[in-house]
């Protein structure tokens, strides 16, 4: 009689265990360098609905205001957008910020010239991959990505901005850092 109930236990145990596995959420393999971005939708600051810009070279970063790196990288990021705005690149910051209020203090502080848009539940993030912030993607024309960068950058330097160049004449770019 101990046996038999010894089993039973044993086998809800074992369907709790496959419950809880199949609960967990799906993990997304990172995205890599050579593959199309993955599209999205994401409100801005106001609330109105955007996704991934098409036809444009975009810098795509993931970060939030909590992150002294993110912080720290902002102003170079603004300065890089001034730069080559017109000529076809479109930065786009993914704040994964909890609280809305501490987010839009932060762009209104630091005047942000370029999309910034709002991510609190992570989930896109998530499907790039994303574990470590700042993260960014340097996405050509075609939406194909070419450089994949962790941790702060400093958009300025040389290298990546022979990068985005390079991308915005229809190159593949340089690595930024080489």
Not at 98 to 115: K, S, T, Y
Request: charge should be negative.
């Amino acid at each position: 009689m101990k046996l038999a109930k010894l089993g039973i236990v044993a086998g809800l145990l074992a369907a709790l265990a496959g419950a809880f596995w199949l609960s967990l959420p799906e993990v997304n393999p990172p995205v890599r360098e050579g593959t199309q971005a993955i599209d999205f939708q994401l409100p801005d600051l106001q609330g109105k609905m955007h996704s991934l810009p098409k036809g444009d070279v975009v810098l795509l970063n993931f970060w939030a205001t909590w992150c002294p790196p993110c912080r720290e990288e902002m102003p170079s990021m603004a300065r890089l957008h001034e730069r080559f705005a017109d000529k076809g690149l479109r930065v786009v910051a993914v704040s994964i910020d909890q609280n809305d209020d501490d987010l839009a203090g932060f762009v209104r502080e630091h005047q942000l010239p370029f999309e910034v848009l709002h991510d609190p539940e992570a989930r896109v993030s998530r499907r790039y991959g994303v574990f470590k912030y700042p993260e960014s993607f340097l996405i050509d024309r075609n939406g194909v990505i070419r450089h994949h960068l962790v941790g702060a950058v400093d958009w300025t330097s040389e290298p990546v901005v022979a990068a985005v160049d390079a991308l915005l004449s229809g190159g593949s770019g340089e690595q930024p850092g080489d």
